[in-house]
C-alpha cells in the first residue's frame, strides 16, 4: 500500500529527527504496525515527539516498499491500492451547442491524445452535481440570474466534472484550450478543493463562481459534520481570495450545495 506520507516520516527518522510515532503507526498497513512496534526504540522528546530507531533490517525493508509509487493503477492494484494512483485513460462528460439530446458527448483522454467530437468554445463551465449537469437548461438560466451572467451553449461548453474526475492530470492539455474556465462547486471544503486543483493545473484560466450579494445566504444551511471541515474552508477561502464566499461561510457557519440553486426564484 503505497503512501507517500510514509517515506517523508522514513527520512525523518533516519536523520534523527522527532516525529509523531502514533500518527506515523497510523500510515502503515495493520499487518505490520505490531511488527513495527516490537523493533522500535523510542525517545520520547518535547510536544508529544519522539526520536524513533527501528534496528531491523526485515522490518525497514517492509517499510521502504511502501515508499515506491507504482507505475500504474494495475501495479498499484497488485500492491493493494489502486485509487492512490491516476487512471490511464479520464474521459468526461459534455454538452454544447450541438447537443440534441439528453445524451452528453464523452471526451475521452490518455497518453496519445484527446478524442473529442466537437469544437471547443473558448469558454467552459463545470460543475460537480450530476443532477445539475442534467438540468442545463435550467441551470444556465438560473446561474445568468443569480450571478448576472450571459451563459448559453451557444457561447461556452458545459462539462460533468464528476468530483475530483476532473482534476486528473490527463485532463490538462484538453482543458488548457480554453480561454477560460468557470468553476461553480459546492461551497464547501471538498469544492474549494477541487477548485484549488484546477487553478493549480490552469492558473488564471481557472476562475470560481462565488456569490456576488447575499442572494444565496438562505440557501446555506448544510451544516458541517465536523469543526475542522468548516475552519479549513474558512482558511482555504480566504488563501484562494474567494473574500465574498468567506464572509458567508463565517456569517452563516455553514455549507451551499450547488443543486439548491434550482429552488432559486
Known amino acids: 500500500m503505497y503512501d507517500k506520507r510514509i517515506a517523508k516520516y522514513l527520512v525523518k527518522i533516519a536523520n534523527s529527527d522527532a516525529i509523531n510515532f502514533a500518527t506515523f503507526l497510523t500510515f502503515l498497513p ?29 522490518v525497514n525493508e517492509q517499510l521502504k516498499q511502501l515508499t515506491i509509487e507504482p507505475n500504474n493503477r494495475v501495479e498499484a492494484t497488485e500492491l493493494g491500492d489502486s485509487h492512490k494512483v491516476n487512471t490511464s485513460t479520464s474521459y468526461l462528460l459534455a454538452y454544447h451547442e450541438n447537443s440534441n439530446s439528453i445524451h452528453p458527448d464523452t471526451i475521452v483522454i490518455n497518453i496519445d491524445g484527446i478524442n473529442c467530437k466537437f469544437k471547443q468554445k473558448q469558454h467552459v463551465i463545470i460543475v460537480e452535481n450530476s443532477e445539475l449537469f442534467f438540468a442545463r437548461e435550467i441551470m444556465l438560466e438560473k446561474i445568468n440570474l443569480i450571478f448576472g451572467l450571459k451563459l448559453s451553449l451557444k457561447n461556452t461548453d458545459l462539462l460533468y466534472g464528476s468530483g475530483n474526475q476532473v482534476t486528473n492530470k490527463l485532463n490538462k492539455e484538453f482543458l488548457s484550450q480554453y480561454e477560460s474556465t468557470l468553476c461553480f462547486f459546492d461551497y464547501d471544503l471538498g469544492g474549494l478543493k477541487i477548485f484549488k486543483a484546477l487553478k493549480n493545473m490552469l492558473g488564471e484560466k481557472a476562475k470560481f463562481l462565488e456569490p456576488t450579494s447575499g442572494n444565496l445566504r438562505k440557501y446555506f444551511i448544510k451544516k458541517p459534520e465536523k469543526e475542522s471541515q468548516y475552519l479549513k474552508a474558512l482558511t482555504s477561502a480566504e488563501e484562494l481570495g474567494l473574500m465574498t464566499l468567506h464572509s458567508l461561510l463565517l456569517s452563516e457557519t455553514a455549507f451551499m450545495e450547488q443543486e439548491v440553486i434550482l429552488a432559486f426564484e
Not at 32 to 54: A, C, F, R
Open 30 to 58: 495493520e499487518s505490520l504496525q505490531e511488527d513495527v512496534q516490537h523493533n522500535v526504540t523510542i525517545k520520547p522528546q518535547k510536544g508529544g515527539l519522539s526520536l524513533v530507531e527501528i534496528s531491523c533490517k526485515r
